[in-house]
């Protein structure tokens, strides 16, 4: 069973910034924090990841509390082609170790 | 990003027949390959986990013989649904994972419709 929990959906205007939620309050102290995204009919895309400090790349933040039992992924400037399901995953990094999919948060971004 | 790919990404079936699906890491060698399926408006759910030369890990309720998993090179590990019914038309979505790093990387996806 996934090991997250996120908001079923969120709504945000284009050229914002998209802060998603996610709580993972059991996670161990070996598991990292992932976040994919799965735009309609695609396989889902890797954005970022993270243990304990906090991440950036070109596409995303990765904001992990203290305690690490909650993150946040800040798209900076969304768009359109931002809208999709985002997923939160913890998993240990141990090589075969397969990433569980949630239910994840549908983002729609709209003009 | 590294490239996983996948062949067919459409495939339409007739009920009874076999078809088999490709997933193929393009620019890098994977010690691990994931199989998933999806269904319209629900998540991906982990079918097998194949490691290459060695004989795949199925999830609890999926049906090895059913579902054949070959893991041939370090490259390409294949999935074939084998006397497909209607009931097994879906997204299958296969991932890779290198042997450096700790990224896994997903492919297109692949349509299956069994009629």
């Known amino acids: 069973d996934a090991k997250t929990t996120q908001p079923p959906s969120m709504d945000c205007a284009e050229g914002r910034a998209a802060n998603l939620p996610c709580n993972h309050s059991?996670?161990?102290?070996?598991?990292?924090v992932y976040w994919y995204r799965q735009i309609h009919s695609q396989g889902p895309q890797y954005i970022i990841h993270?243990?304990?400090n906090n991440e950036t790349n070109e596409m995303a933040s990765l904001i992990i509390t203290e305690d690490r039992k909650s993150s946040t992924l800040i798209l900076p400037h969304a768009t359109l082609r931002d809208t999709a399901v985002y997923y939160c995953?913890?998993?240990?990094?141990?090589?075969?170790?397969?990433?569980?999919f949630g239910k994840g948060t549908t983002l729609s971004v709209s003009s | 990003g590294a490239v996983v790919s996948q062949h067919p990404s459409r495939v339409i079936c007739k009920s009874g027949t076999s078809v088999k699906i490709e997933c193929r890491s393009l620019?890098?060698?994977?010690?691990?390959m994931f199989w998933y399926r999806q269904f319209p408006k629900q998540s991906l759910m982990l079918m097998a986990t194949?490691?290459?030369?060695?004989?795949?890990?199925?999830e609890q309720g999926v049906e090895k013989d059913k579902f054949l998993i070959n893991h041939a090179s370090l490259t390409l590990s294949t999935l074939t649904v084998t006397s497909a019914h209607p009931e097994d038309s879906s997204f299958y979505i296969c991932?890779?994972?290198?042997?450096?790093?700790?990224?896994?990387?997903f492919g297109e996806g692949s349509w299956l419709t069994v009629v």
């Open positions: 991932s890779a994972e290198p042997y450096s790093g700790n990224t896994i990387y």
């Open positions: 059991t996670i161990s102290g070996n598991e990292y």
């Open positions: 993270g243990l304990k």
């Open positions: 995953i913890v998993r240990v990094d141990q090589a075969g170790t397969a990433l569980i």
């Open positions: 620019d890098f060698q994977a010690t691990t």
């Open positions: 194949s490691n290459e030369g060695s004989k795949a890990t199925y």
